[in-house]
């Protein structure tokens, strides 16, 4: 399954209030807390991939996902292969891993209110120490390209620029924001 991802800056009260415009439905709203690790055997950096723990937390409940991120399909979107499946507990996960030799990159935290906009979720994210995006996103296990053009279209509708897409994930804007 790849994940067709296009992300751009903005102001996601005003998104918010476009999306009430528009009708949307918020579906979800929840607080992501992704463990990053490095691996041992080779660096994610250099291979564009991405290994983490995710904690999400909605209504006081926590759950726990194991997520891998290939390296980007194209230069357009955010597209990658993503494999992810849930775990009942977060920490042994960590401890599962940190014993095969993986360590915490970073950690990212945010805050998200989900829409679904036609078949396209719409994701208003609040990144700790990064700032204020909003995602759209789809899966697909065919073409690319059409999700894409559809993506864009979503954030055309919204009032944003598809040319003003982020395709830094939040990890590397964290970590270059700490570098500077």
């Known amino acids: 399954?790849?994940?067709?991802?296009?992300?751009?800056?903005?102001?996601?009260?005003?998104?918010?209030e476009r999306l009430d415009e528009l009708g949307?439905?918020?579906?979800?709203?929840?607080?992501?807390?992704?463990?990053y690790y490095d691996a041992p055997h080779r660096d994610f950096a250099q291979t564009d991939e991405a290994f983490r723990v995710?904690?999400?937390?909605?209504?006081?409940?926590?759950s726990a996902k194991v997520t891998y991120k290939g390296p980007l399909l194209e230069a357009e979107s955010k597209s990658r292969e993503e494999l992810e499946t849930g775990v009942a507990d977060g920490d042994d996960v960590d401890a599962i891993v940190r014993q095969l030799g993986f360590e915490p990159a970073a950690t990212v935290r945010k805050n998200r209110r989900v829409y679904e906009v036609r078949e396209y979720a719409v994701t208003l994210d609040a990144v700790d120490d990064v700032g204020e995006f909003v995602e759209?996103?789809?899966?697909?296990?065919?073409?690319?390209?059409?999700?894409?053009?559809g993506a864009y279209e979503v954030l055309r509708d919204l009032g944003l620029d598809p040319s003003d897409q982020q395709r830094t994930s939040y990890l590397g804007l964290l970590l270059d924001d700490a570098s500077e």
């Open 136 to 149: 759209v996103e789809r899966e697909t296990d065919g073409d690319i390209e059409p999700v894409r053009e």
């Open 24 to 35: 949307a439905e918020q579906v979800d709203t929840v607080i992501q807390t992704d463990t």
């Open 1 to 16: 399954m790849y994940e067709v991802e296009v992300k751009v800056p903005a102001d996601i009260k005003a998104v918010a």
């Open 54 to 62: 995710r904690r999400e937390t909605r209504q006081g409940e926590t």
